[in-house]
């Protein structure tokens, strides 16, 4: 059973960083492409930042230049650093990959983020 597993959110001042992890377990195949999704308050939940198995990231425009999605496949983790925090990045962050080889999909239970103004 893939189970995913994120870490990192927490409360910061606008300007500040932070970085999100996402350990995942259960056996999956190497064609993968894991993600960062958000969810504020009141709206749809969006995509933030993909990456796929081969490194190539994907970014929301207003996170770009701000937020640096990576991966490390060794050890089964993607990552989401974020810097310049603004109030409006305010959500609950959730982790997803998608195993091409299986069409199988699978979400973190996410992490809060909060930035105050």
């Known amino acids: 059973q893939v189970q995913l597993v994120e870490s990192g959110g927490g409360l910061v001042q606008a300007g500040g960083s932070l970085r999100l992890s996402c350990a995942v377990s259960?056996?999956?195949?190497?064609?993968?492409?894991m993600g960062w999704y958000r969810q504020a308050p009141g709206k749809q939940r969006e995509s933030v930042a993909i990456i796929s198995s081969g490194g190539n990231p994907n970014y929301v425009n207003s996170v770009k230049g701000r937020f640096t999605i990576s991966r490390d496949n060794a050890k089964n983790t993607v990552y989401l650093q974020m810097v310049s925090l603004k109030p409006e990045d305010t959500a609950v962050y959730y982790c997803n990959l998608y195993d091409f080889t299986y069409s199988r999909e699978y979400w973190g239970q996410g992490t809060q983020v909060t930035v105050s103004s």
């Open positions: 259960g056996r999956t195949s190497s064609i993968t492409a």
